[in-house]
């Protein structure tokens, strides 16, 4: 099962502020963790992650930092703001109410 | 590209991947280093998975997406990035940043040049300043300042070789040869035919290094054209800036008492205007694609308003029988005039794509071509009754030539124009005509720089 575009993109940003609310992280482990998470449902094309990184970098819901990686390489960083655990809990409340009015008509429907 | 051997073929992939990234706009040189870092991590983990290096390379590009996708994401998130196309050096080709970086001095360093150059008159005693008039030494050599720099830009630019450039340096020798050992009366006119024409002349040798000495190659001429033009557009806007900042010169020393005119007519100004030729070209040469329509949008905006004014003009003068009054303003005013035009027939050469059907635009092209030939043989019958009447001076011949050329081209340009329109030929051979007419008007000023002085007796 795949999740149609309109879904993914709309789950994008608590999704992605879920995760980086369990710890810093960065782009490639943000992906895998998705992957992880979703069970393989959730199939991102990985360099869309970026620009989703990037708004919310701009929108202060997270700031980033580069900093040196195990493998030597220069990594950006990626680190969940007040404001930003602020909007997931808003989002996490719209979400919960979309799941709520879905589960009442379905389970009416199942019982019906 | 051969890699070396103890190099992983799976590098040069990598970095093939990244140059194509670099070559997009709205992706940046740290985005580029995420998405590869991203891309490295994603490799690592399929070549652990047991994927082979070349299948995990291709496994991971895919699924980091198709790059023409990715980069309309980073255009709508990035949008203010795009806006720096203007002043950053070129990226379409694999250059990396520190050829960018020489370029960059390379053009500081001639933009500093062609400012020095303007001040070593100086040192002998040919002093700029508000009190003296400008000695005539400036107009007539003002090119031959900064036109070798900008050739040079081009000959170190487009890679010419020694021999070539050593040619191109010939006409700039003989230009400021006899610029100055002719024996011009002060202020005469064949003095100041020779300081409008000469730069006309050397313009062309700008040209050839433009088109790396080709001058007969593929689109080299056109690109030219286009060149000049927005060489122009740049520069006007290099010069609105500089006024701005001439007048907070004055300004803000005024405020405490001090006059600033020295510096403004000695340095500013004149070290200002030359250096600026380089930098406008550098822009232009940089980021072509984003003004490249700048042209276009000129033209398509100026013809229809020069038609409407050479038609009121025709009608006006029908009308009230006014003739023309030959002086010498009114003459270099109807050249410019027609300049104009071929500039706006040229302009709109460039911009058009040449396999599209005749449309309005055309029609209203021929009518500009029309109107203008009428006006300029009226024009030249002035001149004509002129020369009778009163006898030859440089300035009725030299007006006479301008025009004779402006006709011829104009006169055949209308004849293409109408085949055109009718379906007979293609709009290539109009372009053709256009610019491989274009060292006539360099020849044509040439001779009027350096032939008039002494037919005319220096006068």
């Given at each position: ?5 309109d ?58 930092k ?5 493998n030597?390489?220069q ?10 655990r602020?909007?997931?809990?808003a ?15 379905w389970?009416?429907?199942c019982?019906? | ?11 040069d ?15 940046d040189?740290p ?6 870092g991203?891309?490295?991590?994603a ?6 998975s ?9 496994v ?13 994401e980073f ?17 379409d ?6 050829a960018?970086?020489?370029e960059?001095?390379?053009v ?5 040049a062609?400012a ?9 005693g040919l ?8 000695p ?11 036109l070798?720099l ?18 191109l ?16 009366r002060?202020?005469?006119d064949?003095e ?9 002349a ?11 000495g ?12 286009r060149?000049?033009g927005?060489?122009a557009?740049y ?12 007048g ?5 020393f ?13 340095w500013?100004?004149?070290c ?18 984003v003004?490249e ?11 229809p ?10 009608a006006?003068?029908a009308?009230t029988?006014?003739?023309?009054d ?5 003459l ?18 460039s911009?058009?794509?040449p ?5 309005f ?32 001076t440089?300035?009725?011949?030299a007006a006479?030539g ?22 007979r ?5 109009l ?12 020849i044509?000023?040439a001779f ?10 220096y006068?």
């Amino acid at each position: 099962m795949d999740l149609g575009k309109d879904l993914v993109a709309a789950s994008a940003t608590p999704l992605v502020l879920a995760i980086l609310a369990e710890g810093d992280s960065y782009g490639y482990a943000i992906i895998k963790r998705v992957t992880e998470l979703s069970g393989g449902h959730l199939q991102w094309t990985d360099g869309m992650l970026y620009p989703v990184l990037h708004r919310l970098e701009r929108q202060r819901l997270v700031s980033a930092k580069w900093s040196a990686s195990d493998n030597g390489r220069q990594r950006k960083y990626y680190r969940i703001t007040k404001e930003g655990r602020a909007q997931l809990a808003a989002q996490r409340r719209q979400w919960q109410a979309v799941d709520d009015t879905l589960r009442g008509i379905w389970m009416k429907a199942c019982t019906a | 590209m051969t890699a070396p051997a103890d190099r992983p073929p799976v590098e040069d992939q990598i970095a093939q991947w990244r140059a194509y990234l670099r070559r997009r706009r709205a992706i940046d040189g740290p985005d580029v280093e995420e998405l590869e870092g991203h891309l490295r991590d994603a490799l690592a983990g399929l070549t652990a998975s047991g994927l082979a290096e070349d299948e995990a390379f291709l496994v991971a590009v895919k699924r980091m997406g198709s790059l023409d996708a990715l980069s309309r994401e980073f255009a709508r998130e990035h949008s203010n990035r795009l806006w720096k196309q203007l002043v950053i050096a070129p990226d379409d080709a694999e250059e990396s940043g520190t050829a960018a970086r020489t370029e960059t001095l390379v053009v500081l360093g001639l933009a500093v040049a062609a400012a020095l150059a303007i001040k070593v008159p100086a040192l002998f005693g040919l002093r700029l300043s508000p009190d003296d008039e400008l000695p005539p030494f400036y107009a007539r050599n003002a090119s031959l300042f900064v036109l070798p720099l900008l050739t040079v830009y081009f000959v170190w630019k487009r890679g010419l070789d020694v021999v070539s450039g050593l040619w191109l340096a010939l006409p700039f020798a003989a230009g400021a040869v006899f610029a100055n050992v002719y024996p011009f009366r002060t202020g005469g006119d064949t003095e100041v035919l020779t300081a409008l024409h000469l730069p006309i002349a050397l313009w062309l040798a700008v040209g050839f290094a433009y088109v790396r000495g080709r001058w007969f190659a593929d689109g080299g001429r056109m690109n030219f054209v286009r060149f000049s033009g927005e060489l122009a557009i740049y520069y006007v806007l290099i010069a609105l800036g500089g006024g701005v900042l001439t007048g907070f010169t004055f300004m803000m020393f005024a405020a405490i008492e001090m006059n600033a005119e020295w510096f403004v007519a000695g340095w500013l100004i004149p070290c200002g205007a030359m250096g600026a030729v380089i930098i406008a070209s550098w822009l232009v040469e940089a980021k072509q694609s984003v003004i490249e329509n700048m042209a276009p949008v000129l033209t398509r905006l100026f013809t229809p308003l020069f038609t409407i004014l050479l038609l009121v003009f025709l009608a006006t003068m029908a009308w009230t029988g006014r003739p023309i009054d030959v002086e010498r303003g009114v003459l270099i005013g109807f050249d410019l005039l027609l300049v104009v035009v071929v500039g706006l027939v040229l302009y709109a050469a460039s911009a058009r794509r040449p396999e599209a059907p005749p449309d309005f635009f055309d029609a209203l092209q021929l009518l500009l071509v029309v109107s203008a030939l009428a006006v300029d043989a009226l024009a030249l019958a002035a001149i004509a009754a002129r020369i009778s009447e009163f006898g030859f001076t440089p300035n009725r011949v030299a007006a006479l030539g301008e025009n004779l050329i402006l006709l011829v081209n104009l006169g055949w340009s209308a004849r293409l124009y109408a085949r055109f329109l009718r379906d007979r030929a293609p709009f290539a051979v109009l372009e053709r005509w256009q610019i491989a007419y274009l060292p006539v008007y360099s020849i044509w000023a040439a001779f009027v720089a350096l032939i008039f002085p002494p037919v005319f007796g220096y006068r």
